[in-house]
Nanobody, 114 residues
Framework: QVQLVESGGGLVQTGGSLRLSCVASGSIFSINTMGWYRQAPGKQRDLVATITNEGTTNYVASVKGRFTISADNAKNTVYLQMNSLKPEDTAVYYC????????WGQGTQVTVSS
């Protein structure tokens, strides 16, 4: 099993920045992809960005050029650097790890005020 703990959410003004962190523990050797998803009130949970073991990244179109996903394997941590934040980025952000199964963190709230 894999355990994921997110941190770094908060309240920021439009145009501001936040960095989310996700620390993985447990059977981390079996993880092949990690990512960030977000869920706004009343909406479904959507993909934001992913990173593979080889370092290949993928972003949803709405965050390209503003968000950067990265990994520090020595710290078993994945980051999401979010710049130029917009009110529509407001959501609960969830860390995700893919092995033979999928694992989710508890989520961290990001609120962008206009």
């Amino acid at each position: 099993q894999v355990q994921l703990v997110e941190s770094g959410g908060g309240l920021v003004q439009t145009g501001g920045s936040l960095r989310l962190s996700c620390v993985a523990s447990g059977s981390i050797f079996s993880i092949n992809t990690m990512g960030w998803y977000r869920q706004a009130p009343g909406k479904q949970r959507d993909l934001v960005a992913t990173i593979t073991n080889e370092g290949t990244t993928n972003y949803v179109a709405s965050v390209k050029g503003r968000f950067t996903i990265s990994a520090d394997n020595a710290k078993n941590t994945v980051y999401l650097q979010m710049n130029s934040l917009k009110p529509e980025d407001t959501a609960v952000y969830y860390c995700y790890a893919q092995t033979s199964y999928g694992y989710w963190g508890q989520g961290t709230q990001v609120t962008v005020s206009s």
